[in-house]
């Protein structure tokens, strides 16, 4: 196959992988509600939802292994642990929380069937596509991709053409870390570490035998998926900010149907009565492809761990997508909720093992993996525990901690571990 061509498949298939509900969700409603600010949250939400992702996806071209790989050096243990943890929070949290939003948005308006239907036949279809994962990158980049983006396009294009350009007054005090926390709730970090590893082993399949040709490919395509979602996002919560104060929404807006509600009533501003159906479809296959992603992601690496079991792959599929079934019977806002506490706990780690791999190996040794690894966690128990615990409680804590009032308590320490270990390491 054509070098450019494969570039752009796999490109395409990355940025589908990516796309899910939450990223299509968010948006609208962060640009409504900063409305003037909104692109003091887009720099924020940028940060978190396509810059680090996208270091996630370079992280994964240099060392072109499994997620194992990016916490090895901490110690073999933590990152069998680590590996294990995040797996388990991605079949339980955003892989059902697809099926729930596509049974509420797309599925439920237009049949009225119960989310136990919904979530099996989807559950079901994701398990017909991740035992035929060879097909994967093709089927997403050159039939699923194009299509996401061409109802976005044409949604954010008219959207903002005809925009009177009315903004509601910003409802931040700190648009960039509003947008920055924003951001977590993609689950992008997350799914740089997972579905990089499921591009690398896709094209392991194709034939791909050279280091060098894999990383050079994993690196452009990541670019494109990267600019595809700086563009989508952009354009989605200027949208929001523009064009959502035109449109009438019932209630405080902090409810995720009532996201759902922004977005339906833009799309129907935009292109009409066909915008509900487009939206419906954009959202099933948004949701659908991050799924499959998820569930291979998962499947791969317990082949790993079980010397290359194909047995493995096809029990851990199953088990995920039974999962799934269980979890996605639950209403979407319910996942959010309890997907915060849990972002709180891992994506900080996440994020300073995806810096420290894509760092070069003089500046990112194994002491300094394991200095600064500790410390992120250990700063990070503030963020945590304040979504499980009374808030008072932790108060004087947080008065202690630079920037933990924004639930970013675990970035300074880190950031100064990291310089005070490497000046150390070189006397």
Not at 92 to 101: G, K
Not at 337 to 361: D, G, H, K, R
Not at 386 to 413: A, D, N, R, T
Request: glycine share 8%; aromatic share 12%.
């Amino acid at each position: 196959m054509n070098n450019t061509k494969e570039i752009f498949i796999t490109g395409f298939a990355l940025f589908s992988l990516f796309f899910g509900v939450g990223n299509l969700l968010l948006p609208p409603l962060l640009g409504y509600n900063a409305g003037s600010d909104w692109i003091w949250v887009t720099l924020g939400f940028m940060i978190t939802a396509v810059l680090i992702p996208i270091l996630g996806i370079l992280a994964h071209a240099k060392l072109q292994g499994t997620m194992y790989d990016f916490g090895k050096k901490v110690s073999p243990i933590f990152s069998i642990i680590y590996c294990i943890i995040v797996y388990l929070i991605s079949i339980a949290l955003p892989s059902p929380r697809t099926a729930a939003a596509t049974h509420e948005i797309a599925i439920y308006p237009t049949f009225g069937t119960s989310p136990i239907l919904t979530s099996s036949v989807y559950f079901g279809l994701v398990l017909i596509f991740v035992l035929n994962r060879s097909k994967i990158l093709n089927f997403i980049g050159k039939f699923l991709t194009p299509l996401i983006v061409l109802i976005l396009f044409l949604v954010i294009g008219i959207g903002l053409f005809s925009s009177k350009m009315i903004m509601n007054p910003s409802q931040f005090t700190t648009p960039i870390i509003d947008g920055l926390l924003e951001g977590y709730q993609t689950f992008d970090a997350i799914g740089a570490v997972v579905v990089g590893a499921v591009v690398i082993i896709s094209l392991n399949l194709k034939g791909f035998t050279s280091f060098d040709a894999k990383k050079e490919l994993i690196k452009k395509a990541g670019l494109i998926a990267g600019c595809g979602l700086f563009i989508i996002y952009a354009g989605l919560i200027a949208l929001g900010a523009f064009y959502g104060s035109e449109i009438f929404v019932d209630g405080t807006l902090s409810s995720d149907m009532q996201r759902a509600t922004l977005l339906r009533g833009i799309s129907i501003s935009t292109l009409g009565n066909i915008g509900n159906t487009f939206l419906s479809v954009l959202i099933a296959l948004a949701c659908f492809t991050t799924a499959v992603g998820i569930v291979t992601g998962t499947a791969d690496y317990f082949k790993g761990l079980f010397k290359q079991s194909q047995t493995a792959y096809i029990i851990t599929a199953v088990l995920s997508c039974v999962v799934g079934i269980a979890v996605g019977q639950l209403d979407f806002h319910a996942i959010v909720v309890i997907a915060l506490p849990v972002l709180m706990f891992i994506y900080p780690i996440t994020i300073v093992l995806i810096i420290l791999n894509v760092l070069p190996e003089k500046y990112a040794t194994k002491t300094v993996f394991r200095a600064v690894v500790l410390i992120t966690f250990l700063f990070s128990i503030p963020d945590f525990l304040k979504y499980i615990m009374p808030k008072e409680k932790l108060v004087y804590i947080q008065s202690l901690i630079p920037f933990s009032q924004f639930s970013l308590g675990w970035v300074l320490p880190a950031i100064l571990i990291f310089g005070l270990v490497n000046v150390l390491l070189r006397k």
